[in-house]
């Protein structure tokens, strides 16, 4: 059974910068496109990246995008989202996620991931 473990969230002051990891036991994750998500209290959970199972520079929601980046190593089965210039909109339990094998045109949909992580909380305050 594939289990996912988030770490590395925590409180940041508003410019600052977070390393996320989200690592894997129990199967491989070689062939599968990792998603990361987010959610506050009240409102439905938002894509933020995707990084398919071929690597590459991955795919980021309008919000995020050129300040947030994805990052796979396989040999440790695991995957990373690397956070800067950090927003207090960005405060939120990040989870991350798998199950599909492409970041296609519903990456940023829950439906299709089948794997959730128990996520991480990521606050950015002053």
């Known amino acids: 059974q594939l289990q996912l473990v988030e770490s590395g969230g925590g409180l940041v002051q508003p410019g600052g910068s977070l390393r996320l990891s989200c690592a894997a036991s129990?199967?491989?994750?070689?062939?599968?496109?990792i998603g990361w998500f987010r959610q506050t209290p009240g409102k439905e959970r938002e894509g933020v990246s995707c990084?398919?199972?071929?690597?590459?520079?991955?795919t980021y929601a309008d919000s995020v995008k050129g300040r947030f980046s994805v990052a796979r190593d396989n040999a440790k089965n695991t995957v990373y989202l690397e956070m800067n210039s950090l927003k207090p909109e960005d405060t939120a339990i990040y989870y991350c996620?798998?199950?599909?094998?492409?970041?296609?045109?519903?990456?940023?949909?829950?439906?299709?991931?089948?794997?959730w992580g128990q996520g991480t909380q990521v606050t950015v305050s002053s």
């Open positions: 129990g199967r491989t994750l070689e062939y599968l496109a």
């Open positions: 996620t798998t199950g599909r094998l492409f970041c296609d045109s519903l990456w940023h949909s829950e439906d299709g991931y089948s794997y």
């Open positions: 990084i398919d199972n071929r690597g590459g520079s991955g």
